[in-house]
């Protein structure tokens, strides 16, 4: 079992910055994949990018070229760097890790993109 914390959201204007970060409760070195999920009001939860152990990176269209996921086993952490934010990226984020066969989440937090 693992729990996640989500933190570093906000309000931010398009245009704009912000770094996510997943805090996992014990080693994640041995998660097998951890990613990034966002739901906006309305709408399916949606995948944003995907790193598993093997470093295969996978982001979503929307997220390609803006979006830069990254992992630290050491620090048993997940981050997402966004940039050059849009308000179609204003969505409740949620960490996931997915470990022997079962898929873990956070609680979320909140990124509102506008100005």
């Known amino acids: 079992q693992v729990q996640l914390v989500e933190s570093g959201g906000g309000l931010v204007q398009p245009g704009g910055s912000l770094r996510l970060s997943c805090a996992a409760s014990?080693?994640?070195?041995?998660?097998?994949?951890m990613g990034w999920f966002r739901q906006a009001p309305g709408k399916q939860r949606e995948l944003v990018a995907r790193?598993?152990?093997?470093?295969?990176?996978i982001y979503a269209d929307s997220a390609k070229g803006r979006f830069t996921i990254s992992r630290d086993n050491a620090k048993n952490t997940v981050a997402l760097q966004m940039n050059s934010l849009k308000p179609e990226d204003t969505a409740v984020y949620y960490c996931?890790?997915?470990?022997?066969?079962?898929?873990?989440w956070g609680k979320g937090t909140l990124v509102t993109v506008s100005s």
């Open positions: 790193i598993p152990t093997d470093g295969t990176i």
């Open positions: 014990r080693s994640i070195s041995s998660i097998t994949d």
């Open positions: 996931n890790a997915l470990s022997n066969g079962l898929y873990y």
